[in-house]
């Protein structure tokens, strides 16, 4: 490796980038799609993908803080296996990529990477918060039906791996904050949306409009979308 500066060749080290060492790379390989490896930017620090339109996901297990400590971890564990199980059903319905499980929140996304696709990409993941929704009840925590609340923003993202051990992909940006927002701010048992999710989607689903004031943002127009009860 030789770093340059002013466009001149000075030091050389022998150190590569994480991902050149072939057990890293099979980790590696392990956490992201192949349709994304040729989209990467390798540094002897990190490898990220800069993502010009993508969808995200939050949903969080309402009352979860209180229900769990009802009941004992490895009752826990298992409640909380069953529901990511659906969850995860759920993205190879829809055609979304789950991202990771953040204690009772799960995150998911679809890359549009150009914005001829992005109500598509709108479309699938609030598909996929009606499927959240649908399935939850079936899952019970401390005896009672799970009940979910669920976030989604549009926006640029960086996607990528940091670090030089245990390697997961996540995304970072603005728009991931957004869509905590979404999530955190919302309503149990519907979806929150931002306002360009809804100017995408509001001629195929219903919406309700409201104010919310979000860590962060301020006071911000959102959309609720509470899914179609199923026969």
Known sequence: YQRRVHGKKTEHFDARPPIESPACRSSFSSCS??????????TMAHISNSIPSATLLFADVVGFTSLSSRISAE??????????????????????????TIGDCYMAICES??????????RSLLKMADYIHHVAPRVRLAD???QMRVGMAMG???????????FAYDYWGDTV???SRMESTGVPGATQVSMNIYQHLKDEFAF???????????ELDVYLHHPVRRA
Request: glycine share 10%; with cysteine.
């Open 33 to 42: 799609s192949t349709s994304r490896m040729g989209r990467l930017t390798i």
């Open 75 to 100: 009752q826990l564990v298992t409640s909380l296996s069953s529901l990511v199980t659906e969850l995860d059903t759920g993205c190879e319905k829809y055609g979304v990529e789950k991202v990771k």
């Open 113 to 122: 990477q150009n914005i001829a696709v992005e109500r598509n990409s709108c």
């Open 144 to 146: 009672l039906p799970m």
């Open 156 to 166: 640029p993202v960086v996607g990528g791996v940091i670090g030089t051990s245990k």
């Open 177 to 179: 904050n957004e869509a």
């Open 208 to 218: 309700e409009s409201r104010k919310v004031v979000a860590k962060g943002k301020g």
